[in-house]
């Protein structure tokens, strides 16, 4: 019989868990110590595909993981089921450090970045030289966001059969981007496979340029939908709808990575510093630079470290060229 008032003892005294339950919560992070090491092949409506050892795995993020996103070419630790049997579905419980980063924002005006890839060593930025137009405000962009991505850039010029790419190379030259030049559905020119082995490269470009023709050309055992131009709007339609890595057959091996095609490529996560490493001839003229100093602005010690013979006055001309892609809306 319980008791009340001064008759009650501590035997009478009651103990109400709390509302979230009497079980205390911890911090600590499971230290899973059996978890496998895989790749992020394709990410698709929460489920990642990812290739372990020679095996492809279904998987989803791990709750501990909050709001941090798998993207493709992470690295990744792995347990729970990893037969790869139809059905199964292991837990993403980690995701390594990023050794690059592929980012790009909505538009100019969008504080939001979503990350592309991780870990690319390159970026390929595929545009056609006719059918549809070149658009150089794009292409400057994108090799903007390799730039401040750490990633290296490589033109590649599809449909030379339609429009030489002499004019095109020309807006190019002094920023020193490497280039690839190919034919509509020829072969894929021996120096291409050359950059890309034995490296993982992300192909970027806006719809109706070849992209994913050149993708089936180099990996032709995984064929993805192409696309046609409208030959009314000059633009190409979307049949790439999520980014995939694809393993590079032959020795060197590598991987190419395609990427759905873009109609814009916002830049407004991009620090000016981190385009400027791009330009090792440019940054020791930075050292006398004012605090914040946008590079492109009067009291900038860039004119006079160029003045001196420095580097050439064209190497500035075409960062601040870039620079400038931040503050521009592509198209305009």
Known sequence: MRRYGKDADEEDVRIRPGRRGSRPRTHTRPKHEDAVQGMALTVDRGRVTCLVDDRIVTAMKARELGRKPVVVGDRVLLVGDLTGDEGTLARIVRVAERASVLRRTADDDDPYERVIVANADQMAVVTALADPEPRPRLVDRCLVAAYDGGLEPLLVLTK??????????????????????????????????????????????????????????????????????????????????????????????????????????????????????????????????????????????????????HAEPARLDSLRRLLRTRDRREGD
């Open 160 to 309: 030379s059969d339609l429009r030489a790419p002499d004019e095109f190379l020309a807006t190019y030259r002094d920023l020193g981007v490497p280039h690839v030049v190919t034919r509509h559905d020829a072969e894929v020119p021996a120096e291409l496979a050359e950059r890309l082995a034995g490296r993982s490269t992300v192909f970027v470009g806006h719809s109706g340029v070849g992209k994913t023709t050149l993708v089936n050309a180099l990996v032709p055992e995984r064929r993805r939908a192409i696309g046609h131009v409208n030959a009314v709007t000059g633009r190409g339609r979307h049949t790439t709808t999520s980014a995939l890595a694809l393993a590079l057959p032959g020795e060197d091996g590598g991987w190419v990575i395609d990427t759905p095609g873009v109609r814009s490529f916002g830049l407004a996560h991009v620090d000016a510093s981190r385009v400027v490493q791009a330009f090792p001839d440019l940054v020791p003229g930075t050292a006398e630079c004012p605090r914040n100093c946008s590079h492109d602005e009067p009291d900038c010690a860039l004119d006079a470290w160029v003045a001196e013979g």
